[in-house]
């Protein structure tokens, strides 16, 4: 488990992902094609940036990593928090002062007449997930280098900002709830789902380039295929439908993990159980539960709030006993009182999540959960996060201490100096757990090894390999 939280703060800069297509292009970069670019926020703009950067990419425009190197900074953007906002306005502000050319894109992007106002010298601003605005604005401004088809071979996974091994498989624009302290749905619009066979297709296209773990995301993944109606689409030319079920049958049939996250308690998720249960998919579950007080969970106008979670996790778990579940929780939501805490508090002991996230409530420029009465007092909230950390602690502890002597596949994702550091089933990469396997030197980084548990703490487990003579085959039991 982990606390440290999903954070709109928390971003990939222009170091990042560079080292990765630094590596992807040893080639001489040409001067007057050189583009610099930052991306900050979540996963999905995360991917909206390698979309970007693919385009460009095959266009023969180069990636460079450093301000002075760019003929061009594009900075994509995050405004899902007022910190982020201001996060966003400074990186624009930085690549301004440092190289004078800078093209805006992102979430922050539908607010341009609050970027001119600090930055009136950006070439010019796109809202989120415009990709073609954002090439043809570079277009403009840079003009497109002649082909060489030798030099600016792209490969076919496109230009990946993750490490090698995983990827975002991005299913679903917006969303069609309207939960009261969020403002996506008004950045991002209603819900549309991508065609399932051209998210197969980009599936078949990662696992083809060496991808061994495809992390599914959306605003929402249960809702997936419900503004088509869950209509009939094609792939390699069979009938597939557009919804969540299908989706995961066709990926658990690639032999590779596959992690759904941001999915709701349903009664559609009671379908992919049994997929969990026969390790087509991984059976881990990303919920963004938020809250167990029905009162808070109605002022907060949740997606599933009136479902009955707690008998949905039981049946789940008979179903499948291994599944993990992961989680985040607001504290200090307006209104929240003593008793709707507890509630909380309550639900965290019956529900023994594995992995659990939390933060306190705070304003977002245009949430409607602004006006709503009853505040909570910023001493408040950190004396409540401080017991709702205390709480998932002890669980965590205990949960992972469990662990101890048991047998998982640990997928590799770095080997530093002092060993191995990995995941298992139970850990998706950057906000949960690790696996470290101390003076492990022997693998490389997308390695699938079987690992014996020999030590925990509250967050992480340590384990020696087993199995020395083969790495596992990823078909086989997880
Ligand atoms: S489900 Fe709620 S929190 Fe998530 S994107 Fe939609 S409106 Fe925002």
């Given amino acids: 488990m982990t606390v440290e939280t999903f954070t709109p703060n928390k971003t990939t800069t222009l170091e990042t992902p560079i080292k990765i297509l ?7 970069k040409t001067k ?7 991306s900050l926020g979540c996963p999905k703009n995360l991917v909206d940036s390698e979309r970007i950067l693919t385009q460009l990419r095959t266009e023969g425009y180069d990636v460079v990593p450093t301000y002075n190197d760019s003929d061009l900074v594009i900075v994509n953007t995050c405004g899902f928090i007022d910190s982020a906002v201001q996060e966003s306005l400074d990186t624009i502000g930085e690549a301004l002062a440092e190289n004078g050319k800078v093209i805006v894109t992102g979430c922050l992007g539908i607010k341009e007449d609050e970027i001119r106002e600090v930055h009136p010298n950006v070439l010019a601003i796109t809202g989120p997930h415009a990709y073609e605005e954002v090439v043809n604005q570079v277009h403009q401004h840079l003009p497109q280098p002649e082909h060489n088809p030798y030099l600016n071979l792209v490969p076919d996974i496109g230009i990946k900002l993750t490490p090698r091994h995983y990827a975002y498989l991005k299913i679903s624009e917006g969303c069609n709830h309207r939960c009261t302290f969020c403002i996506i749905p008004s950045m991002r619009g209603d819900l549309v789902s991508r065609p399932i066979g051209s998210i197969l297709d980009e599936a078949q296209r990662l696992k083809n380039a060496g991808v061994k773990e495809l992390l ?17 689409d094609f792939w390699n030319g069979m009938p597939v439908k ?5 989706l995961c049958e066709k990926l658990g049939e690639m032999g590779i993990w596959v992690r759904l996250h941001y999915v709701y308690p349903y009664p559609s998720v009671d379908k992919i159980m049994p997929l969990m249960a026969e390790g087509k998919i991984l059976p881990y579950l990303d919920i963004p539960f938020q809250h167990a007080s029905p009162r808070i969970l109605k002022l907060m106008k ?3 709030a009136a479902e009955r979670t707690m008998d949905r996790i039981r049946a789940w778990r008979e ?5 993990v579940i992961r989680s985040t929780f607001i504290v200090g939501f307006p209104g929240e009182t003593e008793e709707d805490f507890q509630m909380l508090l309550d639900f965290l002991d019956e529900a023994q999540l594995d992995r659990v996230g939390c933060f306190k409530y705070s304003d977002v420029d245009g949430a409607k959960a602004n006006d709503l009465p009853d505040p909570v007092s910023e001493d408040l909230k950190q004396l409540r996060y401080n017991r709702f950390m205390e709480k998932q602690s002890e669980i965590s502890t205990a949960k992972l201490q469990a662990k101890i002597g048991l047998e998982y596949q640990v997928i590799i994702d770095e080997v530093t100096p002092e060993g191995a550091v990995g995941r298992c089933y139970a850990d998706a990469p950057e906000i949960d757990g690790n696996v470290h396997l101390t003076d492990e030197f022997d693998v490389e980084p997308g ?6 548990i020999i030590h925990s703490n509250e967050y992480d487990l340590w384990a020696v390999k087993v199995d020395d003579d083969e790495d596992v085959e990823l078909t086989e039991e997880l």
């Fill in 447 to 452: 390695d699938i090894i079987w690992a014996q």
């Fill in 242 to 246: 557009t919804d969540m079920k299908s």
């Fill in 302 to 304: 949740r997606p599933a």
């Fill in 319 to 323: 179903v499948c006993p291994d599944i």
């Fill in 22 to 28: 630094e590596a992807d292009s040893p080639v001489q």
């Fill in 216 to 232: 599914v995301i959306s605003q929402d993944t249960s809702a997936y295929g419900v503004d088509v109606k869950n209509k009939t």
């Fill in 32 to 38: 007057g094609t050189r583009i610099g670019f930052v």
